[in-house]
């Protein structure tokens, strides 16, 4: 069978069946960022409706958080060894189903269930997703195009569904778990016709089973004690013991790596680096969003008193810039090179931060809050492409799930650890004290952006003293 890489050329002219290609599995991934977003808002009439109590309520989030996050380094070898249309079209379908359950059940456990599942869907959609992309477009300008579409689809999929979450809202709270019911059908079932078969790699090798269990139960460990240990406590016995086990499962998992003849994470792939700066870069650059969005949402609502709506709509200007700007910006990538627009885009978000220092009970939108959210949305389009496209770049066709289920764990372990710290220090001075800790909550998240920066600046640096030679623009 012939590699879907050779349906491609280097051009950037492409046919009617690369285009639903990559608008299938994109609208997908769209998907996925968009359940992380929408139900954010919807969360107080959830609570109201099926009667939960607030640690119960948190957990309609981090359900999902938990499944997404603690599965995506298997999820991404699976979709490498299965093959990936065949991952792909099992776990869109899956998606589908956990999104009807979300929207059908009265009983709050059945609903964080069905978040667990939803999570763990997009587990194996996200790398899956990415890795077809990676292995159906050359590298190069063709690649580094489609990745800016598909990034796209992802970062305005997450903006749409603040705005989104706040329309349906006033509706019903089930609309944001019906929504995606539709889309992801229409989107299964243009899978199923133009996303081609793979071939499925033998040189791979068989299956490390021991290295799969350890390494998915450490990861959700490690998602689960960093979501309970702002209300747990970071020095209690539960969470001391979470991430100890943690810890024990992730060192033991490594330790199976090194002697596995067919490892789950080949270790050697972390040399590149490229890939290890593409991934803790965008930890830090989503552990810095997450806590900086939740923050906001709070300040509008609980300080300034905007309702849910208006709330949603104060993120608009951001999710449209990313939108028209992210297909757009193949050719600066293609000119100036991954790490010198990555860099800008951690920049934008550093002052973005910076200026909203300044905001309190008084502040008005245009003045105090628009310019943090012109700046966050030119940074996501500067740099949410150039890290999938830095993630990605040399890396072999059969390891492109791998590098794309690494890459989505930092975001979302990244994000799951920023949002941690900066809700224990926003409520570090006690409930009901939101305007106290708003200017320490924020000051620890500018710290967060501006270690994203210096990993930024890092391979603008390396790039100056000893450019590689395929490389060179990453």
């Given at each position: 069978?012939?590699?879907?890489?050779h349906?491609?050329?280097?051009?950037?002219r492409?046919?009617?069946r690369?285009?639903?290609?990559?608008?299938?599995?994109?609208?997908?991934?769209g998907?996925?960022?968009?359940?992380?977003?929408?139900?954010?808002v919807?969360?107080p009439s959830?609570?109201?409706?099926?009667g939960?109590?607030?640690?119960?309520?948190?957990?309609?989030?981090?359900?999902?958080?938990?499944?997404?996050?603690g599965?995506?380094?298997?999820?991404?070898r699976t979709?490498?060894?299965?093959?990936?249309r065949?991952v792909?079209?099992?776990?869109?379908?899956?998606?589908?189903?956990a999104?009807?359950?979300?929207?059908?059940?009265?009983?709050?456990?059945?609903?964080?269930?069905s978040?667990?599942?939803?999570?763990l869907a997009?587990?194996?959609?996200?790398?899956?997703?990415?890795?077809?992309?990676?292995?159906?477009?050359?590298e190069?300008?063709?690649?580094?195009r489609?990745?800016?579409?598909?990034?796209?689809?992802g970062?305005?999929?997450?903006?749409?569904?603040l705005?989104?979450?706040?329309?349906?809202?006033?509706?019903?709270?089930?609309?944001?778990?019906l929504?995606p019911?539709?889309?992801a059908?229409?989107?299964?079932v243009?899978?199923i016709?133009?996303v081609?078969?793979?071939?499925?790699d033998?040189s791979?090798?068989?299956?490390?089973?021991?290295?799969?269990?350890?390494g998915?139960?450490?990861?959700?460990?490690?998602?689960f004690?960093v979501?309970?240990?702002?209300e747990a406590g970071?020095?209690?016995?539960?969470?001391l013991?979470?991430?100890?086990?943690?810890?024990?499962?992730l060192?033991?998992f490594?330790?199976?790596?090194k002697?596995?003849?067919?490892?789950?994470?080949?270790?050697?792939i972390?040399?590149?680096?490229?890939?290890?700066r593409?991934?803790?870069?965008?930890?830090?650059f989503?552990?810095?969003?997450?806590?900086?969005?939740?923050?906001v949402m709070?300040?509008?609502?609980?300080v300034?008193?905007?309702?849910?709506?208006e709330?949603?709509?104060?993120?608009?200007?951001?999710?449209?810039?990313?939108?028209?700007?992210?297909?757009?910006?193949?050719?600066?990538i293609?000119?100036?090179?991954t790490?010198?627009?990555?860099?800008?885009?951690?920049?934008?978000?550093v002052?973005?931060?910076?200026?909203?220092?300044?905001?309190?009970?008084?502040?008005?939108?245009?003045?105090?809050?628009?310019?943090?959210?012109?700046?966050?949305?030119i940074?996501?389009t500067?740099?949410?492409?150039?890290?999938n496209?830095?993630?990605?770049?040399?890396i072999?066709?059969?390891?492109?799930?791998?590098a794309?289920?690494?890459l989505?764990?930092?975001?979302q372990?990244?994000?799951?650890?920023?949002?941690a710290?900066?809700?224990?220090?926003?409520?570090?001075?006690?409930?009901?004290?939101?305007?106290?800790?708003?200017?320490?909550?924020?000051?620890?998240?500018t710290?967060?952006?501006?270690?994203?920066?210096?990993?930024?600046l890092?391979?603008?640096?390396r790039?100056r003293?000893?450019?590689?030679?395929?490389?060179?623009?990453?």
């Amino acid at each position: 069978m012939t590699s879907p890489a050779h349906l491609s050329t280097t051009s950037t002219r492409w046919d009617a069946r690369l285009w639903a290609v990559l608008l299938t599995v994109s609208t997908v991934v769209g998907l996925d960022a968009l359940d992380v977003s929408m139900v954010g808002v919807a969360l107080p009439s959830i609570q109201a409706d099926l009667g939960l109590s607030t640690s119960a309520l948190q957990w309609v989030v981090s359900g999902y958080v938990l499944g997404y996050g603690g599965l995506l380094l298997l999820g991404g070898r699976t979709a490498d060894l299965l093959g990936r249309r065949r991952v792909f079209l099992v776990a869109v379908a899956v998606f589908a189903v956990a999104s009807l359950l979300g929207g059908l059940v009265d009983n709050g456990a059945l609903l964080i269930a069905s978040r667990f599942i939803k999570g763990l869907a997009a587990a194996f959609t996200a790398p899956a997703a990415l890795s077809i992309i990676t292995t159906t477009f050359q590298e190069g300008p063709a690649r580094n195009r489609a990745i800016s579409i598909f990034a796209v689809f992802g970062a305005s999929g997450y903006s749409a569904g603040l705005v989104f979450s706040g329309l349906l809202t006033e509706v019903g709270w089930r609309w944001t778990f019906l929504l995606p019911v539709p889309i992801a059908l229409i989107a299964l079932v243009s899978a199923i016709k133009v996303v081609p078969a793979y071939e499925r790699d033998h040189s791979a090798g068989g299956y490390d089973l021991p290295g799969a269990i350890t390494g998915a139960a450490g990861s959700l460990l490690l998602v689960f004690g960093v979501v309970e240990a702002p209300e747990a406590g970071w020095a209690s016995p539960q969470s001391l013991i979470t991430f100890v086990v943690a810890a024990a499962l992730l060192t033991a998992f490594v330790l199976i790596e090194k002697r596995s003849s067919h490892p789950l994470l080949r270790l050697g792939i972390l040399r590149s680096g490229p890939l290890a700066r593409a991934n803790l870069g965008a930890a830090l650059f989503f552990g810095a969003y997450i806590g900086f969005q939740f923050v906001v949402m709070l300040y509008l609502q609980d300080v300034l008193g905007w309702s849910a709506l208006e709330t949603a709509l104060g993120f608009l200007p951001a999710a449209l810039i990313v939108a028209f700007g992210s297909p757009r910006i193949e050719p600066l990538i293609d000119r100036v090179g991954t790490s010198r627009t990555i860099l800008g885009g951690v920049l934008a978000h550093v002052l973005a931060y910076v200026l909203f220092l300044r905001v309190d009970e008084h502040s008005g939108y245009a003045g105090s809050v628009l310019p943090s959210m012109i700046l966050l949305g030119i940074g996501f389009t500067l740099a949410f492409s150039s890290l999938n496209i830095q993630a990605t770049t040399g890396i072999s066709d059969n390891e492109q799930g791998l590098a794309g289920g690494l890459l989505n764990t930092s975001l979302q372990v990244g994000g799951a650890i920023g949002l941690a710290i900066v809700t224990a220090v926003l409520t570090g001075s006690g409930e009901g004290n939101l305007l106290t800790g708003l200017t320490p909550a924020l000051a620890v998240i500018t710290g967060i952006a501006a270690l994203g920066l210096l990993i930024a600046l890092s391979g603008v640096v390396r790039l100056r003293r000893a450019p590689e030679p395929e490389l060179a623009r990453v």
